[in-house]
């Protein structure tokens, strides 16, 4: 019995290598080993600020309590109140939070490590995202011109800006609005 | 009925093209070379808004709020119905250009008329021709501008100045700005024509005060 029963372990142990399972099987000192895994969000954040947790299966228990370093305290986590699937908890960071890499455990089932992952404290500004308010008065250029008449500013304007610039204006609205008269002129002459 | 008002636009046409020309060299002498940021003709100091043209009609005072519905200068030749526009990218948004001859009245400021400076703006061309405001640049002060008002009364402004802004150091509130004196400006495009931007250099800006109101 025995020696059929070890060399399907062994088998099971040699499919796991090959399948890449390779680091959770061989941290696997223990039955305390985490086997699941908690998301941050957001993943990076600052001191003070408030993260989400969300542990998806991992427990198979309704409770679960998750602690880190940066963390005011200790947070139990519960079945979200939309009845999505596993367990879940706001978390707040220490305001002394200093910045770097933290691990964030999950203890439930008895298992102090039933679920980990990672916190970053970057503690950069907070980015404010800029709330751009209705402008209630106009504050830029109206555009107001499609270029069909342009070719008529075209030459003098070239000369330079200034005062150029505002006799090509006058000087193009002069010269087709007497366009137009001669056209007009012609027309009904 | 048009080609009687056609006839009679080329005769005042002319006027206008002789009285542009002729503006043009006078406001070229009173100004040597100081390019499109005059702090006032002849150097005067504009009284009361250091950064707008100097104003030359006392305030007038304010009629009560109505909507315009349409703009006449008749010196210009120029008659257009006014629709409500909003803003676009800080921009008071022109009418489309699929109605080119229409002016576009700023909804979120003043009537015109009413205490502050009422906004009209209008294209200076479309891709092919020109548009409802083709002819502002050639306004001149002391030029009527007549708006036609919801309520049935007609309100009556008067040119005080036509400036040319130029969009790369463009003032907000030197074309926009405004105290309770009731105004009308009146924007369109102006300056050189960039074909890769699609966009005019400047705008055209005609700075008129309320002067008068009359039942129509």
Known sequence: MLDIRRPAAAGAAVLFLLSGAVPAFADNESSASASGTVTVTPGKTWAGAVITLHVK??????????????????????????????LVSDASIRSDAVAGTYSVSVECDGN?????????????????????????????????????????????????????????????????????????????? | ????????????????VAMGLVLFAAWLMGHPGDGVDPAGPGGQPAAGSADRPP???????????????????????LHAGIVERGLL????????????????WFRGGPAPGAAGAALLVGHVDTETRPAVF?????????????????????????????????????????????????????ITCGGTFDQEKRAYSANVVVFAALTGSHQD
């Open chain 2, 1 to 16: 009925m048009p080609d009687e008002e056609r006839t009679s636009v080329s005769g005042r046409t002319w006027a206008a």
């Open chain 1, 57 to 86: 299966s991992a427990c198979r228990s309704a409770k679960a309590k998750a602690s880190a370093e940066v963390f005011v305290s200790p947070v139990t986590l519960a079945p979200p109140v939309d009845g999505q699937d596993g």
């Open chain 1, 112 to 189: 102090t490590h039933a679920a980990q992952g990672t916190v970053v404290i970057i503690n950069q500004v907070a980015p404010v995202t800029p709330v751009k308010p209705e402008p209630l008065w106009p504050t830029a250029p109206v555009p107001a011109g499609g270029g069909g008449t342009a070719q008529l500013a075209a030459g003098p304007a070239e000369a330079g800006p200034g005062t150029d610039s505002v006799l090509a204006v006058g000087g193009a609205a002069a010269a087709s609005l007497a366009a137009v008269a001669v056209y007009r002129r012609r027309r009904h002459g």
């Open chain 2, 89 to 104: 990218n800080g921009a008071v948004d022109p009418p489309p250009y699929s109605t080119p001859d229409v002016a576009g």
């Open chain 2, 134 to 186: 083709y002819g502002l640049s050639t306004v001149t002060p002391g030029a009527e501008v007549e708006i036609q008002r919801a309520d049935g009364s007609v309100a009556e402004f008067t040119v005080e100045g036509v400036e040319v802004v130029d969009k790369d150091h463009f003032s907000a509130d030197r074309v926009y700005g405004a105290g309770t004196r009731p105004e009308l400006r009146l």
């Open chain 2, 55 to 77: 104003q030359v009609y006392a305030p007038h005072l304010p009629l009560p709020d109505s909507k315009p519905v349409r703009v006449d200068i008749a010196s210009i030749g």
